[in-house]
T-cell receptor, first 110, second 114 residues
Framework: DTGVSQNPRHKITKRGQNVTFRCDPISEHNRLYWYRQTLGQGPEFLTYFQNEAQLEKSRLLSDRFSAERPKGSFSTLEIQRTEQGDSAMYLC????????FGEGSRLTVL | AQSVTQLDSQVPVFEEAPVELRCNYSSSVSVYLFWYVQYPNQGLQLLLKYLSGSTLVKGINGFEAEFNKSQTSFHLRKPSVHISDTAEYFCAVTDSGSARQLTFGSGTQLTVLP
């Protein structure tokens, strides 16, 4: 499968714990995006990378969130000290033109 | 900044009937417009896009959409739906000068009834 891959697909954690999600984009795609989708809503932009450079961050991305894309390949999204409001689907997408989305990582914070 | 309004949160329709899912956008600049479909527990799949040229855009699975600049709309249509079209549909917009940072609507759940 040469699509966008996200891991883990599901994560259940207790409030206050740290979680990390990984995204493996399509190999030749230089742009990578993270979106958050809460129940009953459309995806909301969080951040994007051009190769290894993080070029834009949404105001939704609080200080507890950090994203990296070392060497311009895979990307990680870490959430520190999780809160119940962080419960959502975290979507990764990559592109050189058309956006291709992964299947998402669903986070449940208890 | 752009915004997208999907006027119907849920649309039930009988199999083989036509359907229209409505989308209106707001932007002060030229835009690109997209429709995505999301099946349960899956990511988003592109149905069709308007970048420029003909205002009637055809996509996958028999869907089409018409860009209407004066009404700032981009409604999605299909002349005859199937059970397998049951899914959540999202309209999205980006300004034509951006790095494709999409702004999505809140989605329309299409349910096709037998």
């Amino acid at each position: 499968d040469t699509g966008v891959s996200q891991n883990p697909r599901h994560k259940i954690t207790k409030r206050g714990q740290n979680v990390t999600f990984r995204c493996d984009p399509i190999s030749e795609h230089n742009r990578l995006y993270w979106y958050r989708q809460t129940l009953g809503q459309g995806p909301e932009f969080l951040t994007y990378f051009q190769n290894e450079a993080q070029l834009e961050k949404s105001r939704l991305l609080s200080d507890r969130f950090s994203a990296e894309r070392p060497k311009g390949s895979f990307s990680t999204l870490e959430i520190q000290r999780t809160e119940q409001g962080d419960s959502a689907m975290y979507l990764c997408a990559s592109t050189t033109g058309e956006l291709f989305f992964g299947e998402g990582s669903r986070l449940t914070v208890l | 900044a752009q915004s997208v309004t999907q006027l119907d949160s849920q649309v039930p329709v009988f199999e083989e009937a036509p359907v229209e899912l409505r989308c209106n956008y707001s932007s002060s600049v030229s835009v690109y417009l997209f429709w995505y479909v999301q099946y349960p527990n899956q990511g988003l799949q592109l149905l069709l896009k308007y970048l420029s040229g003909s205002t009637l855009v055809k996509g996958i699975n028999g869907f089409e959409a018409e860009f209407n600049k004066s009404q700032t709309s981009f409604h999605l249509r299909k002349p005859s739906v199937h059970i397998s079209d049951t899914a959540e549909y999202f309209c999205a917009v980006t300004d034509s000068g951006s790095a494709r940072q999409l702004t999505f609507g809140s989605g329309t759940q299409l349910t096709v009834l037998p």
